[in-house]
């Protein structure tokens, strides 16, 4: 009987020895599991990049048992499958195994019960205690979707530490690398306060992706047009218009900013006024996103019971739900315009922007339904 245990072990442990190592390919099983997964490269891949942790991946698969039956394929359903890398979405195989591989590769990785689906199996297809192998090819893989619009994607190449990411106006030490095509046009490391990146050259999205990165975390930044240099380009750094950008950025360090129970009043409007300048700043350019996230972030500070009866707290709230009614109305939010609107009457019952804007929205809306009563 202890006999018997001790070869379930170490069947659980270690692919079948009836099949040679040289067959299986590569071991290239996590440290102290010698023997648990095996990779053998059918097709190279293309260039150097392997697929990072944290990007979702897409592949073709096709997964066997020992006997060569086929108990799922990806193949057979004509369409690729997708997962998020290094998450635990798929079995342990996977993980270690499709992070090692490039776009375009085609392995076979065959995996011991404990890279698979272990004691219990899964049923029916996979018995107890299974070894299995699988033939997977990579197609392509993308990063996190920074922007709602696909406009910024960032791929971890390195994971963080404690995951502390900056607030809102925190100070950020990073060192960045941009390209476009084979040219690279920068290579510098700078400290500069969140929402101030454009008055250090840094280009929008490398601005948004910073405010989703750990310290310490390392990532590959895709950046589109509209959130570099647009149509027009740059000429200084030799960037043709309507060109979408790679940059790698570290996010070397970084102190994040006083939150508003830590300052009193005096100091809550010092920075509500320097927050609101860079808002105004934003919306007169035209970036109406970044103006919104400005003017909300000092409508936080200010908006809390303690500090409402404050006549200059007042006035600033006032102008901060008018200046958000503005953004939301370029951007054609126009309920949450309404809304903004309403906050200012509370302010001011009588302001004539705030009922300016919210009639603006309501004949707005008032046409869309004579047009659909014209249908």
């Known amino acids: 009987m202890e006999q018997e245990e001790d070869n379930n072990v170490a069947a659980t442990n270690h692919v079948h020895e009836d099949n040679s190592e040289e067959d299986l390919g590569e071991d290239i099983s996590e440290e102290g599991d010698v023997g648990g997964l095996y990779k053998k490269i059918v097709r190279e891949g293309q260039g150097e990049a392997t697929t990072p942790e944290g990007s979702e991946v897409f592949v073709h698969y096709v997964g066997r048992l020992t006997d060569g039956t086929v108990f799922d394929s990806s193949r057979e359903r004509h369409e690729l499958f997708s997962f998020k890398l290094g998450e635990g979405q798929v079995i342990r195989a996977w993980d270690v195994g499709v992070k090692t591989m490039k776009k375009g590769e085609v392995a076979i990785l065959t995996c011991s019960p404990t890279y698979g689906y272990g004691e219990r199996g899964n049923p029916p297809n996979i018995p107890p205690n299974s070894q299995l192998a699988f033939e997977v090819e990579v197609f392509y893989w993308k990063g996190e979707n920074v922007t709602e619009d696909g406009g910024v994607m960032k791929i971890v190449l390195k994971k963080g530490e404690n995951f502390q990411?900056?607030?809102?106006?925190?100070?950020?030490?990073?060192h960045v690398v941009g390209h476009y095509d084979d040219h690279e046009f920068e290579d510098r490391t700078l400290t500069f306060t969140l929402g101030e990146g454009e008055d250090h050259g840094v280009v929008e999205g490398v601005e948004?992706?910073?405010?989703?990165?750990?310290?310490?975390?390392?990532?590959?930044?895709?950046?589109?047009?509209?959130?570099?240099?647009?149509?027009?380009?740059?000429?200084?750094?030799?960037?043709?218009?309507?060109?979408?950008?790679?940059?790698?950025?570290?996010?070397?360090?970084?102190?994040?900013?006083?939150?508003?129970?830590?300052?009193?009043?005096?100091?809550?409007?010092?920075?509500?006024?320097?927050?609101?300048?860079?808002?105004?700043?934003?919306?007169?350019?035209?970036?109406?996103?970044?103006?919104?996230?400005?003017?909300?972030?000092?409508?936080?500070?200010?908006?809390?019971?303690?500090?409402?009866?404050?006549?200059?707290?007042?006035?600033?709230?006032?102008?901060?739900?008018?200046?958000?009614?503005?953004?939301?109305?370029?951007?054609?939010?126009?309920?949450?315009?309404?809304?903004?609107?309403?906050?200012?009457?509370?302010?001011?019952?009588?302001?004539?922007?705030?009922?300016?804007?919210?009639?603006?929205?309501?004949?707005?809306?008032?046409?869309?339904v004579h047009c659909w009563a014209g249908i």
Request: aromatic letters at 8%; one cysteine or more; a negative charge.
């Open 165 to 174: 990411t900056p607030n809102n106006r925190a100070e950020v030490t990073v």
């Open 208 to 368: 948004l992706a910073l405010e989703k990165m750990e310290k310490e975390e390392k990532a590959e930044v895709t950046v589109k047009p509209k959130y570099a240099y647009g149509d027009k380009g740059s000429e200084e750094l030799g960037i043709p218009p309507n060109a979408t950008l790679q940059y790698d950025v570290e996010m070397l360090d970084l102190k994040k900013a006083r939150e508003g129970w830590e300052m009193d009043l005096s100091e809550k409007l010092e920075m509500s006024k320097s927050v609101k300048e860079k808002g105004t700043e934003f919306f007169k350019g035209g970036k109406y996103e970044r103006a919104l996230k400005e003017y909300k972030r000092f409508l936080t500070l200010l908006d809390s019971d303690n500090d409402k009866s404050d006549e200059e707290v007042k006035s600033m709230l006032l102008k901060g739900h008018l200046n958000v009614s503005a953004c939301l109305l370029k951007l054609g939010q126009h309920y949450e315009t309404i809304g903004s609107c309403e906050k200012a009457l509370e302010l001011d019952q009588d302001n004539i922007k705030a009922y300016f804007r919210r009639g603006q929205v309501g004949h707005f809306l008032l046409n869309i």
